[in-house]
């Protein structure tokens, strides 16, 4: 069946980096996107970016840009979001997403979140 | 920046309908999208492209949008309905998301 599956919990000091896997199965990897969506504790979803494995092109929200590289391996079907310079308010359940291709090349944008990761929780502590 | 704005609470008492809104600049241009979320789980896709529903989503469960709000409803509102819901629009190839709302079914 289609899924994503998301690398195990991690606990990070400040200032260190932290790399999350996304292993997608059930569905063909370069026809859709990927995009990661972070929640902290008690908080609501916070979109970080997205990645296209048809042909790599990323965007990220502009508080995070400078510290997160998002990148796939279509050989492995496999996304990774890594994250640098981690701070205390980094702290939260980090998902990825699947989104259709097909959907974001129109004027308006039609394409949704139908597959979710089952979430990886990233502890940044001193 | 693009904003979505939606409540931060909704009540409902079973079998009643529930009703969602979610506001943001001319949103009625864009696609609305409606996840729904329980205490430890990851989001559920709800409704996508204003007012679809993906393959196993009840019936009861419904949106629209139009003008500067996208509205999610939800009609003969049962227990497992109890969850937080986020909106979500693209603005450009950016992804929006609202504050998020939770709704109790008292």
């Known amino acids: 069946q289609v899924q994503l599956v998301q690398s195990g919990a991690e606990v990070k000091k400040p200032g260190a980096s932290v790399k999350v896997s996304c292993k997608a199965s059930?569905?063909?990897?370069?026809?859709?996107?990927i995009s990661w969506v972070r929640q902290a504790p008690g908080e609501g979803l916070e979109w970080m970016g997205w990645i296209s494995p048809f042909n790599g092109n990323t965007n990220s929200a502009q508080k995070l840009q400078g510290r997160v590289t998002m990148t796939t391996a279509t050989s492995t079907t496999t996304a990774y979001m890594e994250l640098r310079s981690l701070r205390s308010d980094d702290t939260a359940v980090y998902y990825c997403a699947r989104y259709d291709l097909r959907g974001v090349g129109a004027t308006t944008v039609s394409s949704a979140f139908d597959i979710w990761g089952q979430g990886t929780m990233v502890i940044v502590s001193s | 920046s693009y904003d979505l704005t939606q409540p931060p609470s909704v009540s409902v008492s079973p079998g009643q309908t529930a009703s969602i809104t979610c506001s943001g600049d001319k949103l009625g241009n864009k696609y609305a999208c409606w996840y729904q979320q329980k205490p430890g789980q990851s989001p559920v896709l709800v409704i996508y492209q204003d007012s679809k529903r993906p393959s196993g989503i009840p019936e009861r469960f419904s949106g629209s949008n139009s003008g500067n709000t996208a509205t999610l409803t939800i009609s003969g509102t049962q227990a497992m309905d109890e969850a937080d819901y986020y909106c979500?629009?693209?603005?450009?190839?950016?992804?929006?998301f609202g504050g998020g709302t939770k709704l109790t079914v008292l």
């Open positions: 059930g569905y063909t990897f370069t026809s859709y996107g």
């Open positions: 979500q629009a693209w603005d450009s190839s950016i992804v929006v």
